[in-house]
């Protein structure tokens, strides 16, 4: 006879999640903090009752079907209790006595109109910081029972010094160094809120001053919520530790900011000039190993500098990957050209670089990108080329490439370009002007994307 399964969250953070009284707990801080499994785990308490149900949220539904993600995970616990799963029209489960938990999405902030009327007894956010201050408030609305569950939310998050959820769980939070205040985790915090201001109080009786009309328009006190905030950090998940030890190492080679949010739980820092690149992590070399795969990326403009303009320059960087794994940084260019000039130096820096080197460039979106996607390639006729529309924000893109300098896989040829490259580069992204940084992360990602996947002008 097979034994019983047993289901318990982790001794730690988890437990302490799960046993919160909190209207409103937020939980995580960190990657692999067991965030997922903690949420998926709470509505179990209450699925011997057929009138419960709870809806989990993710900002789009591609992310709540991600490989690893809610659905995917909620597969291997779901069943365990006898759940049975719907697919379609939505994903849910249902369980023997009836209680269903559900998954959806509010990608834009209209979505949360589909849930007009609803009454959500549980409310479950996976990565709260993706979504709106809007849609969340709009939510707790819906946060309504008739099932006999008191309604409460539960959330998880990685940081985001600049989103909402920080100013949020602002208390839980040491002001100086960005992490949570281990004193703090589970603690309860009370607040009302009135119109767009949240009004804070460590106990629910100093918040009886606040009132509202009630049904028959006399003034009555709002009854406050609470809030609690608990962190977590990969080594509090004994369990993926032991299941995937090498899971740390790539949190480790994350680049320095994102590496401190989601391996430290860092909550104020943010890309800032000196964090995402320093000349002393390249070493500077005066000859070109042999046998690199090489790429220069492209970041253009066509405005010429003249007095009392300061127009983005066109910028290309040469970069190669070595067959031990390393890159170089072999040649930069920047400057300022009109339209014509542009087309000039595309033209004679590939001919100077040969045919060996790819040429990746960035596409304008809309119509007017592709007729100058066109001309480019007729332009560099011959060429191995490859013409795309930037995906994902200047520092991401910049991100890969942070990485591997910070951990001294990149080197740099000796020229009279290094002192403007290396002082652009440690500028990013406060200074004005980002155009190295763009070439620079175009010729890498390039490299590190499918070789095979290019254009050959013809």
Known sequence: MTPPTTIRPQQGPQTTFLASSADIAIYGGAAGGGKTWALLMEPLRHVANRQFGAVFFRRTLVQVRNEGGLWDESEKLYPLIGATPRVAPDLSWTFPSGAAVSFGHLEHDKTVLNWQGAQIPLICFDELTHFSEKQFWYMVSRNRSMSGVRPYIRATCNPDADSWVARFIAWWLDPVTGLAIPERSGVLRWFVRIGDTIIWADRPEDLAQHTAPDELGEQKPIPPKSVTFIPAKLTDNRALMAADPSYIANLMALPTVERERLLGGNWKIRPAAGLLFQRGWCQVVDVVPAGARWVRGWDLAGTPKIEGNDPDATAGTKMGKLPDGRFIVAHH????????????????????????????????????????????????????????????????????????????????????WNEQWFAALEGFPDAAHDDDADSTSRAFNALINDPFDWYVGS
Request: glycine share 12%; aromatic share 4%.
């Open 333 to 416: 260019v920047a400057g300022h050209w009109s339209p014509s000039g542009v087309e000039t130096l595309l033209k004679n820096t590939a001919s100077a670089d040969g045919h060996e080197v790819e040429i990746s460039l960035p596409q304008d979106p809309g119509q007017a990108g592709k007729a100058q996607k066109s001309s480019l390639a007729k332009l560099l006729t011959g060429f191995n080329v490859r013409i795309t529309l930037e995906s994902g924000d200047k520092v991401t893109r910049f991100g890969p490439f942070s990485a591997q300098a910070e951990a001294g896989n990149v080197l740099v040829l000796r020229g009279a």
